[in-house]
């Protein structure tokens, strides 16, 4: 018989867990891109950083997409590394209104009133304009029906009078620091591989309002969930840039920074928690009205879960440069890849602002991406005379790196201007927001081409043939002329457009152009009088190719800051 229970716990379990996640997943849909916007726009600094987290947490009850969504935006350069970290804060307030939601479903049978919810939830997921709102319903209703069967489960097992159980917990001394320690753990590894502090926090009111677990051990286990939770977003920002690790961080570093504190003043501060609830610490088991008592235990944990996260927010926001600087010197920026952190430095996602002030701003943005991707050109150049395999795979691996940026720049600033374009503008206004497009697909073209020089340069490095010393000389001299494209093109997009700039920049083009067809001709002379082979000269070629294409989108970025309507290359 015990064993069916066990099965009808794990299953309640499982009941609970799929109720959260439908329930925030729905929530999460019927928000759509509001919950995005409200995330980006609140986060002007670290009070409405705060609000804005524990607002959207609530709203959608999972601190984990709040968490994963900000790191996503800091991955993108939407959010700096001190809006990320208040935001974080703000969840972990958001994240303990399921603590409390657990506690009501504790103190009386809940499972009564989820039946006429799943009928009403069917019924609007098959009159399909309410389906989201059918789908929370289902969600919420199987959480409370895990929740009620939870308690049941505990109440049938009778926990209180189980030798096996009060033999494993006696063992434990609850007035010790090592069994809080423990118990701390317990709350970590369970919640790490469970991957659901409300799985966690479910059990641990079963367990302390049964009178099995005693409340120091019971505060313990939901102190433990505390760090156990930050794992989820860590693991989203493994493959994300530094700034983005960073953010995951700061949120493990806040939670193990308030379970530290708490640990310095255990027993006065769960006292206080339990006076104001009204929970009798001293009532020994056995004595009269001890079941009322331990059934306070559930509303105990949730004021402990919520007054933990609020005090430890209190105590870092002034602070929270420093927790800054700490995570900073805890996941530290490798070696010579400091170009490789994607931020956009002059738009931020927020509130947007007159249309001729973010126009200025995207023109800034677009002038630190054209700069940029002269930069990648001249690791290109590096490239081509790199000998050591080592610094050879290093050089390449970073302009890999910076094509994958260049893809993100465009896309950020692309969103940004259509976000700009959905306001009322002027005439001239929207001739310069089209130019702007026009400008920012150009320039990750460039990157593109870039990139392809590198692979080439990198099929050549990895095969068993090199070039001439006369091709060498040939694409020095095409990648001078390419390099000083680049440079008038940056000077235009800084703000000189005096005639001499422009002019320049076009024939800097005929030059290449020239240059190309000359280098073309000769190189199937060259082959066909065997001073190398097909192959070295295809690959001769590619490079010369692409420096030419990239001059084309050079032109083009030149004539799309200039007003000049687009020409055939």
Known sequence: MSVWILFKLIGALALLMFG????????????????????????????????????????????????????????????????????????????????????????FNITDFVWPAFFIGIVLIYSKRRKLIGDFLFGISFMFLGLGTLRQAGIDMDL??????????????????????????????LTMCVQSSAAIMAITMILCSTGVLPIYQGIALVMGENIGTTVTSNLAALTANTQARRAAMAHMVFNVFGVVWVLCVFHPFVDMI?????????????????????????????????????????????PIKYLEKLVCIIIKPKANKDEDEF?????????????????????????????RIQRMFGMVRELLVEQDADKFNKLYTRVEKYEGISDNMEIEIAKYLDQVSNAHLSDETKDKVRSMLREISELESIGDACFNIARTENRRFKGKEDFTEEQYEHMHQMFELTDDALTQMNKILVGHRQDNDVNRSFNIENEINNYRNQLRSQNINDVNDHKYTYAI???????????????????????ARMGVKQQGA
């Open 343 to 371: 931020r956009l430095h002059f738009i931020q996602v927020g509130i947007m602002k007159t249309p001729e002030l973010s126009v200025l701003e995207a023109s800034k943005e677009i002038k630190s991406f054209a700069e």
């Open 537 to 559: 000269g295809t690959m001769y070629m590619d490079i010369i190719q692409e420096c030419e294409k990239l001059g084309d989108y050079v032109v083009n970025v030149v004539e």
């Open 274 to 318: 339990c006076g104001w609830v009204g929970y009798d610490v001293t009532m020994p088991k056995g004595a009269p009205g001890f079941a009322a008592n331990a059934a306070k235990l559930s509303f105990v944990l949730a004021a402990f879960h919520t007054t933990f996260n609020i005090a430890n927010t209190l105590i870092l926001v002034g």
């Open 160 to 189: 209180g009078h189980t030798p096996a159980v009060l033999q494993f917990f006696s063992q434990f001394d609850p007035q010790s620091f090592i069994t809080t320690i423990v118990f701390l753990l317990i709350g970590s590894v």
């Open 20 to 107: 959260m996640k439908s329930m925030s997943e729905s929530l999460q849909k019927m928000a759509g891109p509001q919950l995005r916007h409200v995330l980006g726009a609140m986060t002007t600094n670290r009070f409405t950083g705060i609000l804005t987290g524990t607002f959207i947490t609530a709203a959608v009850q999972s601190s984990t997409a709040t968490t994963v969504m900000t790191v996503s935006f800091v991955n993108a350069g939407l959010l700096t590394l001190v809006q990320a970290i208040s935001v974080i804060m703000g969840a972990n307030i958001g994240t303990t209104l399921t603590a409390w939601i657990m506690s009501a479903g504790f103190s």
